[in-house]
């Protein structure tokens, strides 16, 4: 893994901005079974969109009564957040900065699997502490074993760096603190992702039940 494994990935992301925002405009329609099981199962109003992107899906939980903050490394990113109305903030995923028991759901989609596999554990736990005990997390990562720099011919002369897991190394690495109370897969562009719900385990009997 190169040290600047980062930076690749936040220029083809500032570079692309607008391009990267009309290219996923219409996932909403792909993923809003994901999107609508994570609003059912909240107790609570207050989220944090991980790696949040252009947007896409905090405008839809505003849209929809939830108080939703964008944070992305990506400044030309935050800026089209901020376009939309959406309250949002410049921040790396990897350094997050909010007080403990902040969120009542923290929504991660495709945005840890640029987390390399060296620091995701730190980041797992810091999720977890920022959490409110009856929060829940919701992630979607990209199914596979590798951990490399990827090209897409829709980005020209960048990579962007990209982990890939088992739905088993998923639910081992997260089990230091959270419980899965659900899991599931699908195919987008023929690539394989798993979705997954987690609890925190430092709450007493949070009940969920996934509707």
Known sequence: MRKNYKESTKRLYDRYAKKYEKNTRNYTKYIENELQLFLKNLKGKRILDLGSGPGRDSLYFKNRGFGSLCIDFSEKMIGLCKEKGLEAKVMDIEKLDFPENSFDGVWAYT??????????????????????SHGILSITMKE???EEFIEDLRYPNEKRYTVFYSEKELLRLFSGYFECIYTSKSELSKTAYIYMIFEPKNSVKNGHRIK
């Open 111 to 132: 945005s840890l699997i640029h987390v390399s596999k060296k620091n995701i554990k730190r980041v797992i736990k810091k999720i977890s502490g920022i959490l409110k």
């Open 144 to 146: 596979g074993k590798n």
